[in-house]
């Protein structure tokens, strides 16, 4: 039986590569990428290395790594994995290429949508997006008589409803481990307000109405979640979904596919994923847009630039998509969206339309800020006007010391 | 023993020492009295980023540092800022004025000082509970039966060799959510009991790990040192009518006095650095430590900024607190050394 | 403690083996725990029931399962096999070295016994046991969930055996240098009663008590510029330091020095100066004495200080992770991978599966050496 098992998981294995159409051409060139380690840079870099010659590091810590590794020279790898917020330090060191001349050459197959431009020069190539939007129990709703929630106020009457029904264990599952996490959350909710993060002259803008709407949602959201919201990551939310103990939660789009996991969901078929809900009623939705995609290093031969830019093109195109359909919301040409993806492409096409996260210094400060600060107020250390004046203080020490301010 | 075959005897391992541990510390040293800085100008960039089917493009005035045209890398300026990240750390400000209001919890509200009394709190209140449970492990191991005396060792030190990302790890997951321990405490009690929701539940959880992961290691030492109790002595004890509690307190107790220290000192050190708790239990929303402090400071965020001179500072009054805290266990070694002399 | 003045009254027995009966469940629980969560499926594994955990009804619907006949096949086998290691083992192992290498073979036969173990364990019995359920009939159904996928994805798909090298090679490094530069400066420091000795030693202890994430940040740019910053000193044979195991090996070496001189330090001063100074009269130098006279003496001292050794390369996070890249990366920074921001639940079974695997070598060092860390603290470090 064990012996079966094994032979039918390597045949498995087997159809999962060979599904991949093999690389139309050889590689000459050793080349090295650095990226993160989701699922998509997984499927990404696997069909890169079908073409020889390619060595994929799928790291962790890619965010400390980069930008040392992109400056020096030769840069140690060719190809980068970066999001819109961690393109920021590439671009500000001048460690990355622009593209125009290789997306010329080899980037028949792009749409223009994937083409990052700063300045009219492209500097990137994105191959995905990412957001939020709201993943809900459809069975629940529905025994419940709940229309699916558009703004966070009808979310959180939903919220009313269900926990006053006892069928879950916590109406809103959140995503506010302490740091990045919750800052994360912040960053979604306070633009949906009408806010803006800074002003001209670098100060950040938090301190304001807004401010203190986003953190009253944030506040209010914490009356219907797991009291030990304040250690919940995205895994141990979806994680929390897969089981059954959540009904509704404003969740990345990438973590969908994982509640169809029969191995691992007890709710397969019952979720279902709709736009990330409005702060406000005929606002953009409470949430930012990220993309993620590909740069080249500045620091390398012209030779290998053109080979690794080829090389990705090859990694990205429509028969890698057509054989990871569901790891990620894929802006190459091929792809088709499937029902779990929905929400987040109402998302991305809701009018107004939710902000891109900002890829800026200032916005890497702000959000540490952010994380080091909110803790207090959740926890309910502090009041919500002392928190914000906290993050204001917390941010000027550090763009002071950063020369932004 | 001559200069010169001491050096050759100990050269290699002090070489080794300063490239990797001092030299970096001299450098953290001198820059936790600079600020080093982009030099930064504004400039207006068009940035056009993909939605799903078209792309959004926004003009903004964005502040981005100059790149040198000859070397190709950012200009920076280094200043001298004396103690400026200092104040930064330490917000003394604050402080006083938290002070003056007699409001002293404001104190523990600035990061620095929340990490240090968390920070000591951990190091004195786990250190007489290793000792203690080390030392009643061992006299328990060397009370029991040859035969058991083996494997009891072997599952005692379990604890100390596990990889403490894992061990931290595997009790994470027994207390967090519906672990199944919070699960086994709640059929007890009759409550609803979340063990990561507030904060002295965490630090319990942190102390009992620490306590469980370091015991060992006190108890294998004693065990060793009770291996060498002169038996004479306690048999004189013995003859004297002392007491079992007063054989222990007046004949093995002092006999293992160094080796109390020995751990004491040892525990000292790696308590005041604690790191692995606060990233194993994910307690930054409720504690923090000073490693974990200066750690935070020095990891990029996703734009790539990292407060050198902050972390810089903060190390430099993490080591100020070291030496504050051994001065006192070594004074006894300095005595020894004095007396002992060859 | 036999002798009959010092018989203990029964009620102090009864305490005190109760009390090693509580600690020894308080130790071992957490480790039994995730070993058993690593060979369910991610919906047991993660299960609000110990019950569920423990008997893993979701595991079992999915087609792995255990059956009585197995279970107590297999417990049995498995009693065997620990006996046989206990009592077989070290007879063999005594037989075949050769004299003086006797740790060397007590490690060969260690390695040997754990492989010829998980071959018999995974490999023979499951097909034997297979052929038997079929003609057990009530016996023969499952009654236990239990899967060993985990153990195969994080073994082979991610192809843990390169970290497992990985891990090694970096460990066996930092065990040789770190116990042959520490044995010299703990025997030099432990003969000389100089004051500059006594603030070497003060000045390595401050050394130990300092935070290492400051230290290893700091290395990082070097690192990664180190052959633009050595070209003008070594030309263009001038290495990147970053990802290389030997750099990593000496930043390792180095962070653990402080403890090392000082435990052979201490272990040093308990072996009489009389022996070495005795050499010298007949003529020896400082190394010659140290070569003929200390060193096969010292091993007691040398095989538990390495052990600590060991256990810091071998468990090292904070240096592995940032200083390695994804070829050279060690088994804790791989495994802690899996739980960065992007993971599954299956992600962290698997994850569960791979600490548990690497914990294994440990519980087979520690069984070995077992006695010598004793031994060796006893002759040691009890001086203080």
Known sequence: MYLK???????????????????????????????????????????????????????????TKQPAAFEANPSLYHIGGVSNGTITPLLNAGTIRPLDDLVAKYGQNLTPNQLIKIDGKTMAIAMMVNTQHLMYREDILNDLGIEVPTTWDEVFAAAEQIQAAGVVDYAIGSTMKSGWNVAQEFVNMYPGFGGVFFNDDNTTAVNSEAGLNALAAMQRTLEYTDPEVLVSDSTYVQQQFQQGKIAMSNLWASRGGAMEDAAESSVVGKVKMAAAPRAVEGGAPATTLWWDGIVIATNITDEEADAAFRLAMEGMDEDMVTANNEAAIWLVQGYVPGPLAQGAIDTALASPTAPPYPSTTQMGLLHTALGNELPAFLTGERDAAATLEAIEESYTTSAKEAGVL | MK????????????????????????????????????????????????????????????????????TGKTQTTTEWVGLQSYRNVLQMDKVWEAIGAGSWGDILQIDFWKALRFTLSFTLLTLPLVIGVGLMIALAVNNASKSVRGPVIFVSLLPFIITPVIGSLSIYWLFVGDGILTVMLERWTGQDIAMFAQSWTIELLMYFYRVWHVAPFAFVIFYAGLQTVNMDTLESAIIDGASRFERLRYVIVPHLMPLIIFIALIHLMDCYRVFEEIVGFRSQAHVISLQWLTYDFLVPDDAGNRAVSRASASAMLTMIGIVLLLILPLRRTWRDHKGGAH | MSSKATAQPLSLKIASGAFLAFWCLLAAFPIVWIAIMSFKSPRDAFAASAWDVIVGPA??????????????????????????????????????????????????????YALVFLLVFFGVLPLVFGALNSIAGPLGTPVLGLTTEHYVAVWGENQFYRNFLNSMLVTAGVVTISLTVGTLAGYGLARSGSNLAFWLLILALIFRALPHSVLVAGYLPWFINSAEILRPIFGNLSPTLYGQPWAVIAVLVSINQPFTIWMLRSFFQNIPAELDEAARVDGCSHFQAFRRVIMPVMWPGVITTGLFSFLLGYNDFLVTSLLLDAQNQTMVPAIAGYFNRETTTTDQVEAVAAAVSITAPLFLLVMVFQRQIVSGLTAGAVKG
């Open chain 2, 3 to 70: 200069f010169k075959t001491f050096a050759a005897f100990v050269g290699p391992s002090v070489f080794m020492m300063l490239l990797f541990i001092a030299a970096p510390l001299i450098s953290v040293f001198l820059q936790s009295f600079q600020i080093t800085q982009p030099v930064m100008q504004q400039i207006e960039v068009e940035t056009c980023t993909p939605g799903f089917l078209t792309q959004t493009c926004t003009t903004e005035l964005k502040t981005v540092p100059i790149i040198d045209d000859v």
């Open chain 3, 59 to 112: 595991t079992r619907a999915a087609g792995n399962g255990l059956s009585v006949l197995d279970i107590v096949l297999g417990l049995a086998f498995l009693f065997f096999a620990l006996r046989w290691a206990f009592s077989g083992l070290p007879k063999l192992v005594e037989q075949y070295s050769p004299p003086g290498f006797i740790v060397l073979g007590w490690l060969v036969g260690a390695a040997a």
């Open chain 1, 5 to 63: 098992k094994l032979a039918l998981a390597g045949a498995v294995s087997l159809m999962g590569t060979s599904a991949f159409a093999a690389c139309s051409y050889e590689n000459t060139v050793p080349l090295k990428s650095l990226t993160a380690g989701f699922e998509a840079w997984k499927a990404v870099t696997d069909a890169m290395a079908e073409c020889g010659n390619f060595q994929a590091e799928l790291d962790q810590e890619f965010r």
